[in-house]
């Protein structure tokens, strides 16, 4: 009687995982060119009297470097914090390159070419339609983690445009 064999597997050549080295070095420069624009524009002062703008600003640089480190991570489970970051990142590069597209790109802001009011409340429909969906997974990764405060920000800040600046006592220039 013949048996039946399980095919066997070809073994699965491993992904390329990301290094921390590279990871790090890709964090640096994100942090690096936010300082920089920020030196730039004359936003670096003492006292901060516009730490909100300048986090905004920082928020932007590492958001544009989320697609590639988060294409590149090994893990195959999925957080919410990642797919914000993910989300985020993605409407910074297309705004930028439709930006380009039209040749707008003189007078860009990069890092933020969208305002704290658009770019929260496209985080807040991204984070309300995974979460809905039930598509976050229990990982908490670094990059889940980082996804998580850079969303929680951006909502934050969407949310500080909403209420009146008398009430607030928040002066975001």
């Known amino acids: ?13 491993p992904s390329p995982a990301a290094p921390p080295l590279a ?3 890709l964090l640096g420069a994100a942090l690096c060119y936010g300082l920089a624009t920020l030196f730039a524009r004359g936003r670096l002062s003492w006292p901060p009297t516009q730490l ?8 932007g640089c590492l958001a544009l470097i989320g697609p590639i480190l988060l294409h590149r991570r090994e893990s195959a489970e999925v957080g919410l914090g990642e797919l914000i970051w993910m989300a985020g990142g993605l409407v910074v590069w ?6 380009v597209a039209r040749g707008d790109f003189r007078n860009l802001a990069w890092a933020t070419p969208l ?8 985080i807040l429909a991204v984070l309300l339609a995974a979460w809905r969906c039930r598509v976050a997974g229990s990982n908490w990764s670094w990059t889940n983690v980082v996804g998580w405060a850079l969303g929680l920000f951006w909502v934050g800040m969407a949310a500080s445009t909403l209420v009146p600046d008398r009430v607030l006592g928040l002066a975001m220039r």
Do not use: C, E, H
């Open 94 to 99: 297309v705004f930028d390159l439709a930006a």
């Open 115 to 122: 305002g704290y009011q658009p770019m929260g409340l496209t």
């Open 23 to 25: 990871n790090a070095i």
């Open 1 to 13: 009687m013949a048996t039946k064999r399980a095919a066997s597997k070809p073994p699965s050549a």
């Open 52 to 59: 909100l703008a300048s986090t905004f600003t920082v928020a």
